[in-house]
């Protein structure tokens, strides 16, 4: 199995190109299951996620074709097999992504219930009891999720906790549903927004998506389109906090500034300089990190997917923080194996207390899922000597070409095989 081994202690420092967004991608990817017309999505990330999912729409029926240059073509004339199997929903959950349009242009779908998972319980109550609400009959048997319907009927659905991909099955669904659909408690991350964009580029007619009332006519069929996919928020996240923390200074391509507004502020608060130009962010940070405080929470506030990444940031800083994480009951793994290489953590339930120290020292640590790996990443980028991080497939799954981009940044960071 992979792993990477990275000789700590080089500030990060040059230009890198910031990849299109893997959440958004995989909801775009089942909106092809939509229409018998071709959908073309542009800016494709080039990660095992996003293959995973190619290989489900495949084995549903999905004409796929690739260009060279992150061009990506989807045209489901016909469904033949309405299922995701045990096999792939196991590897990716947001396989679940297909239940919604599967159900609404084909009316069944078969979807493996997804079991559990290395951050927290993710139970999908939310997308069934939307579907429910949408007049489709649905039953757990053997393990998959059976779902059936004549035609989707509009309504009024409340959903009691922010779910993204559970509010774009549903605003997928609702889109050939007869009648209107009124999705409220909606997300609000940009994904949904992008995702909106996209339906009604095929002809879908939806208002109010980046709020948290969706309103969905529905039509009687969508048609092709082309979308351009928007960057990756978290990916750009992620490289500013991996400066912030080596004390270097970056500029990111192809980045978008105003959808990362609670992280730029916790950086800047943490003593970077952060500018945004057109299409560019750059940082750069001088001094020690001081540490700080963040609590998660669905889109506008803090993300639960840039966690790990900045208490990487906060453990080699000056001071004491209190990292508060309320939408995953168990995503502190990376905690204790940050305390492998010498990180002073608390856990108790969902609060971390992070007592920042001067310095790390390398050792071999475990990536346990995607946002984990990130963070032990950027804690090998800051440790003393050599740090291996094994399982690394996790990270494929969603940092496009990791090692390169570190790499052309002035990281000492190589993969074995
Ligand atoms: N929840 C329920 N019932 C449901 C659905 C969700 O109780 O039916 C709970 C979850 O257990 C969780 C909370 O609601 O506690 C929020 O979960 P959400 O449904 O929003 O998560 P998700 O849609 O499964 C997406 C991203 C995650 C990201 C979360 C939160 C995709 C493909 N995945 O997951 O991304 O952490 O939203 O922002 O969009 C990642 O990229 O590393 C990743 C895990």
Redesign the pocket.
Known sequence: MDKLIIQGGVPLSGEIRVSGA??AA?PLMCAALLTREQLTLSNVPHLRDVSTMLRLLAQIGVEVSLDDRLGLSLKAERLLDPVAPYEMVKTM??SILVLGPLLARRGEARVSLPGGCA?????????IKGLEALGAEISVEQGYIAARAKRLKGTRIFMD??????TENLMMAACLAEGTTVLENA?R?P?VVDLARCLSAMGARIQGAGSDVITIEGVAELRGASHRIMSDR?ETGTFLAAAAASGGEITLNGAEAGILDAVLEKLREAGADIRAGNGTLSLVMRRRPSGVSVRTA?YPAF???MQAQLMALDVIAEGTSVINET???NRFMHALEMRRLGADIEISGSTAVVRGVGRLQGATVMAT???ASASLVIAGLVAEGETTIERIYHLDR?YECIEEKLAQLGARIRRVH
């Open positions: 893997k959440n995989l959950r947001a951050i927290g319980l993710r139970p999908v109550d939310l997308h906790m922010v779910t993204v991909t559970g997300a991350e994904e978290i669905p993300p639960t997917d939408v995953f009951e899922d995607l946002r969603g």
